[in-house]
C-alpha cells in the first residue's frame, strides 16, 4: 500500500482482556518497529523486526506482549491479560532497512484505552 | 549503547521568531540522525536527515538541522517560526544499517501568535 495501515484505529477494552494490533507495513520494506507513546509522552521502542532476522525484543515490556510478523510482512502485536497502563498509543513503522539513514514511516497509530 | 537526547521538554517562542529545538546524540561510528514532527491527533512524519556531506540539512517545512560532530548535536531550526509549527518534534539516530533507530523524549514547540 501507499502508507502503513494500522487497526483498529481505535480500541476499548475491558482490564483483562487480551487484543490484538496490526500493522500492514509498506510493501517491500522489510524493517518494521512497534512503539507505544503514552499521553505527551516520547516513544517507547516495543520491539524490531529485519528481514528474516531474529526480531529484537528487548522494549517489550513483559512477558503479557507479543508480536509475530508473518511472512515478511503484516505484523501483530498482543496483549494479554491487559491492564490500565497499557493504555496509550501503538504505533508501527516501516522502512526499507538496512540502507544507511533510510527514514521510517509511521502509520497512524491504535488508540488502546483499558478501562 | 546508543542514547539520543532532547533535553528541553517544551520550547515557547514567539511567531516570527527564530526556532531552535535542541538534540544531542552517543552513537558509535558515523551516525545517522532524523527529526520527526507530531502534530496533535496525528502520526509521525519525517521532517529531515543527516547522514553524510553538508552539515547544514534542509528538510520540510523550512525546518533545517545542523549536524555538529564536536559537540554530538543536531539542532533543529528555523529562521521564523509560525503558530502552525506548534507540535511535538522528536529527535532520533542510530549507526546506519540494520541497527534500530533510537528516538529521544521528544520536545514541544508552541510558537505564539
Known amino acids: 500500500g501507499a502508507g502503513v495501515s494500522q487497526s483498529p484505529s481505535n480500541k476499548v477494552t475491558e482490564k483483562g482482556k487480551d487484543v490484538e494490533l496490526r500493522c500492514d507495513p509498506i510493501s517491500g520494506h522489510t524493517a518494521l518497529y512497534w512503539y507505544r507513546q503514552s499521553l505527551g509522552q516520547g516513544l517507547e521502542f516495543l520491539i524490531y523486526?529485519?528481514?528474516?532476522?531474529?526480531?529484537?525484543k528487548s522494549g517489550l515490556p513483559s512477558d503479557r506482549f507479543s508480536a509475530e510478523r508473518t511472512g515478511g510482512s503484516v505484523s501483530t502485536l498482543t496483549i494479554q491479560r491487559t491492564q490500565q497502563e497499557d493504555s496509550a498509543v501503538y504505533l508501527c513503522a516501516s522502512s526499507l532497512g538496512g540502507e544507511p539513514g533510510r527514514g521510517y514511516t509511521f502509520g497512524s497509530g491504535t488508540r488502546l484505552t483499558v478501562v | 549503547a546508543q542514547s539520543v537526547a532532547q533535553p528541553e521538554d517544551q520550547v515557547n517562542v514567539a511567531e516570527g521568531n527564530p526556532l531552535t529545538v535542541k538534540c544531542t546524540y552517543s552513537?558509535?561510528?558515523?551516525?545517522?540522525l532524523f527529526w520527526y514532527v507530531q502534530y496533535p491527533n496525528r502520526g509521525l512524519q519525517f521532517l529531515l536527515k543527516y547522514i553524510t556531506g553538508d552539515n547544514l540539512v534542509k528538510g520540510s517545512y523550512g525546518f533545517e538541522a545542523e549536524f555538529n560532530k564536536s559537540q554530538t548535536s543536531f539542532h533543529l531550526k528555523k529562521p521564523s517560526a509560525l503558530v502552525s509549527d506548534s507540535a511535538l518534534y522528536f529527535c532520533?539516530?542510530?549507526?546506519?544499517?540494520?541497527?534500530?533507530?533510537?528516538f529521544g523524549t521528544g520536545t514541544k514547540l508552541q510558537v505564539i501568535p
Open positions: 532520533a539516530g542510530n549507526s546506519g544499517g540494520y541497527q534500530k533507530v533510537t
Open positions: 523486526f529485519q528481514g528474516n532476522s531474529a526480531p529484537d
Open positions: 552513537v558509535s561510528g558515523n551516525p545517522y
